[in-house]
């Protein structure tokens, strides 16, 4: 990891800078690293009870499975994420042909699900729709 992108009040907050042998290196405080749970899960199965997430990254997974998967995965992630909460993808993934609603594209692999009533103004819509009477584009208005 680059220390110079994290912010300084986190690195003060969260992060031990090393000293003697351990000099250039950096320790995530304890309070935080005892918060981090590590789990095997199988995103192609029902999910197993979990919280919400502000983030989720995906980076790579959606290719190994078929579009009806692929679709089943992403709507099973979106259920766990926060409203206003990100999701990732890998750069050579879509989510076009996926038709979901609430995500918002930010970058070409980065989406935000939308807040409940802030209505999405862009709607990802699959390549099927593309060629429908009306319609106004990739991303256009839901
Ligand atoms: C190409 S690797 C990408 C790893 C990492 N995300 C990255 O971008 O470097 C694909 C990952 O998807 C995971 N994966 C494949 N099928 C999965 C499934 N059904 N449930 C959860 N993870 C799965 C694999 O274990 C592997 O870690």
New binding site residues.
């Given amino acids: 990891m680059v220390l110079g992108t994290v912010p300084p009040h986190y690195l003060a907050r969260y992060c031990l800078r090393g000293k003697g042998p351990q000099a250039g290196t950096f320790l995530v405080d304890r309070r935080l690293r005892e918060r981090v749970d590590f789990r095997q899960?199988?995103?192609?199965r029902p999910l197993p009870q979990l919280p919400t997430f502000y983030l989720i990254?995906?980076?790579?997974?959606l290719?190994?499975f078929d579009r009806t998967t692929r679709q089943e995965?992403v709507r099973r992630v979106l259920e766990r994420l926060e409203p206003g909460g990100y999701l990732m993808i890998?750069h050579s993934e879509s989510l076009h042909e996926l038709g979901v609603a609430e995500l918002v594209q930010l970058a070409p692999a980065i989406f935000r699900k939308s807040l409940p009533g802030s209505g999405a103004d862009v709607r990802l819509i699959s390549a099927d729709e593309e060629d429908t009477p009306g319609h106004r584009g990739r991303e256009g208005r839901a």
């Fill in positions: 899960i199988n995103l192609n990254m995906l980076r790579n997974l290719i190994y995965v890998g």
